[in-house]
């Protein structure tokens, strides 16, 4: 009981300090120094000094321990309730702590700086520091790790509820994030950051930083990821359950979402942008960038992508139920649709643009633009394609029930519509259009031109032969108007 112990001097110094009720080491000098304290109830221990200094503190209730100093210090603590590792000094400093209670762990310093706390119930671990630092936190219950250095930082945090783990730093920081319940993950810093979370329940990475940034989410229920930098930036969620996936950044963006339940990703960044979700119910991808952009959704129920953007632009949409595409860009723009029920293509852009849409039910595809455009329906029920556009523009449909073809454009214009019941093909442009209907009962064309125009109107009969050509006509460069009626 009561037992203090105070040793101020230098070289080779040690402290040994056994037994029970208010025990206080105070170790205060130079080289060697070592202080031991292994006992019960409110024990402390403080260290101030230089070279080879280490603290031991083995014991339960009220634990605390501080080192100052200099070079190769290191401090561990295993105890119960409120235990407190304070370190503060510069070289291959370590720091760990084992207990549990109200477990704390300050590291500031400098080079080689390691902090490891297991333990449960209310732990932090506060580093900041320079050079290599390390953070790991592996227990239960509202656990934060907070890492502010530079230089090669690692925090890595393993427990259950409330976790938290912020880093701050530069140079190939990393930050893991493995537990349960309200997980979340902050990084900010500068080259090649990684951010990765495993878990259930309300997680969140958020990572802002620049140069080769990943973010890796895997978990379930709420999930978000946050990617704001530049740079090689990769964001991949891994879940179910309202998925949020955000990526603003230049340079090498990637993401990718594979979950099921109110997905969403948004990709907002220059250069080589892709976004890929794979998932179910309420899929959303919105891609907004330059250069090389590229959105893939490959789902069910409610998908939907919108990408706008310039350069080699590419929207791909494979899935079922309340389909949509939206591409809005310049450069060798496709949107590709391939599913049932309810499905709409819109692309407005320009150079090279093409629209493919295979599927079923009320589909409509819609074509905006300049320049070598196509658009390409196959499905069936309620089929509409739209080209509105100048140069080269071809319409392609295929498919059944109440289909029709609309080109209203310049320069090469084609419309071939091949279908059955209700097929209309409207051209209305100027130079070489035409116009060519294969089909069963109920067929239109309506041409409307200026300067060299082909109609053809075919009836084919229940036995699959085609009935002769129904009207021809070459229109002179002062005819402005011919419409040709065809019922099969």
Known sequence: SGNTVI????SGNTVILIGQSGNTVILIGQSRNTAILIGQSRNTAILIGQSYNTVILIGQSCNTVILIGQSCNTVILIGQSCNTVILIGQSCNTAILIGQSYNTIILIGQSYNTAILIGQSYNTVILIGQSCNTAILIGQSCNTAILIGQ?????????????????????????????????????????????????????????????????????????????????????ILIGQSCNTAILIGQSYNTIILIGQSCNTVILIGQSCNTAILIGQLYNTVILIGQSYNTAIVIGQSCNTVILIGQSYNTAILIGQSYNTAILIGQSCNTAILIGQSYNTIILIGQSCNTVILIGQSCNTAI?????CNTAILIGQSYNTIILIGQSCNTVI???????????????????????????????????????????????TIILIEHCCSLVEGHHTASDGHVHGDLSRHAANQDHLLSSVWVEG
């Open 7 to 10: 040793l101020i001097g230098q």
């Open 151 to 235: 230089s090669c930082n690692t925090a890595i945090l393993i427990g259950q509820s409330y976790n938290t783990a912020i880093l701050i730093g530069q140079s190939c920081n990393t930050a893991i994030l493995i537990g349960q319940l309200c997980n979340t993950a902050i990084l900010i810093g500068q080259s090649r950051n990684t951010a990765i979370l495993i878990g259930q329940s309300c997680n969140t990475a958020i990572l802002i930083g620049q140069s080769c940034n990943t973010a890796i989410l895997i978990g379930q229920s709420c999930n978000t990821a946050i990617l704001i930098g530049q740079s090689c930036n990769t964001a």
């Open 367 to 371: 074509l905006i633009g300049q320049s």
């Open 397 to 443: 449909l295929i498919g059944q029930s109440c289909n029709t073809a609309i080109l209203i454009g310049q320069s090469y214009n084609t419309v071939i519509l091949i279908g059955q019941l209700y097929n209309t093909a409207i051209v209305i442009g100027q130079s070489c259009n035409t116009a060519i209907l294969i089909g069963q009962p109920y067929n």
